[in-house]
């Protein structure tokens, strides 16, 4: 939790450059507000002020020097439209820090991660907190490193302490986006006959 200038609190991922530097901050913009058929009830809402801006930065080192990052966090996962407005604004890395619950997790964890990056050709990197925790939460762990085409390249198969590294280039990225060009052919459409308001497919991050 990060406190903000106006007093509220906020669900913050920060990237740091090697100096130790911010180089950006991203604020979590979807609140965890669900109750689970376990018992289990969220209301993340209750204590943090959610964000509004979706977050893009280039970042260097490492040999990947020119590859560009798009933020998220946890429940975001759930949230396409999010990893594809950053992606149209050029990241070909996605990051998701993540404390999924145990339930949600075996169910869904995997599934999404390998979908945003399908649906984005990008690579997703998903550091996840696991295990039983000091107020009784239990989370699931499994954090992953998946590549633009879908592909697990590393993974702690389990919820306790690890490292993971897998090589990423952006070269891959662009490959994958030639293959099969739907950030390209996406279009802007509305929906007849539904009760919500008709919304515009795609978004513009900043």
């Known amino acids: 939790a990060i406190l903000r200038a106006d007093g509220k609190l906020a669900n913050r991922a920060l990237l740091f450059g090697p100096d130790g530097a911010t180089i950006a901050t991203y604020d979590k913009i979807h609140m965890f507000d669900v ?17 509004t801006e979706a977050v893009v930065t280039e970042i260097s080192g490492a040999g990947i020097d020119g590859a560009r990052l798009g933020f998220a966090v946890c429940y975001d996962l759930r949230f396409p439209q999010l990893f594809r407005a950053e992606a149209l604004a050029g990241a070909d890395l996605l990051s998701v820090p993540a404390a999924f619950t145990r ?36 989370t699931y762990g ?26 990423v280039d952006p070269a891959h990225s662009v490959a994958a986006r030639k293959k099969i060009p739907n950030l390209k052919n996406a279009r802007d459409f509305a929906v007849n006959g539904g009760q919500a308001e008709a919304l515009p497919l795609r978004g513009a991050a900043s």
């Open 103 to 138: 339930q949600t997790g075996e169910a869904h964890w995997h599934v999404l991660l390998r979908a945003r990056a399908i649906e984005n050709g990008a690579y997703v990197v998903a550091a996840a907190q696991g295990g039983l925790h000091e107020d009784g939460r239990e």
């Open 142 to 167: 499994h954090s992953l490193i998946v590549d633009p085409w879908g592909r697990i390249v590393a993974e702690a198969a389990h919820d306790e302490p690890a490292v993971i590294i897998a090589e």
């Open 35 to 51: 109750d689970l058929d376990n018992g289990e009830s969220w209301r993340e809402s209750s204590a943090y002020e959610p964000g």
